[in-house]
């Protein structure tokens, strides 16, 4: 049983239960990893965002969830099908995103935002995503 089974479920349940799985809603998940909900949650919303720290002094903390090498194979990671173009993994999540409202309709961390370095790190914009 994976360590965060309990915040999956609850995550997921959740959001099922406030509406939010909706097939275009965009997703944002800060210290993800290649934890099971983000290829879930492609297969039924529009995008999800998969940030991290990925690198390689995370590959074998917390059994490889940080590995970096999901960056370049993220369906070698999928427990689920991961439908094109549905996941992105951008190389570095800790830099805390500057994004106009309404960019993502669901943000979430479960156990991870902690490792992020809090408010030292600087901040710089994200481009790659935009309100719709």
């Not at 059994?63 to 999901?70: I, K, L, M, P, S």
Request: glycine share 10%.
């Amino acid at each position: 049983m994976h360590r965060k089974g309990y915040e999956f479920a609850q995550l997921l349940f959740g959001l099922g239960r406030l509406g939010r799985l909706a097939p275009g809603a965009r997703v944002l998940q800060r210290g993800a990893g290649h934890e099971a909900p983000l290829y879930w949650l492609a297969n039924r919303v529009g995008l999800v965002v998969a940030t991290d720290m990925y690198e390689p002094s995370w590959r074998d903390a917390w059994a490889g969830e940080g590995d970096e090498r999901v960056l370049a194979r993220p369906s070698d990671y999928a427990p689920f099908p991961l439908p094109r173009g549905r996941a992105d993994f951008p190389e570095d999540g800790r830099p805390a995103p500057r994004l106009p409202p309404a960019t993502f309709d669901i943000v979430y961390s479960l156990s991870s935002i902690e490792h992020f370095g809090g408010s030292r790190v600087p901040s710089r914009p994200w481009t790659r995503w935009r309100a719709s």
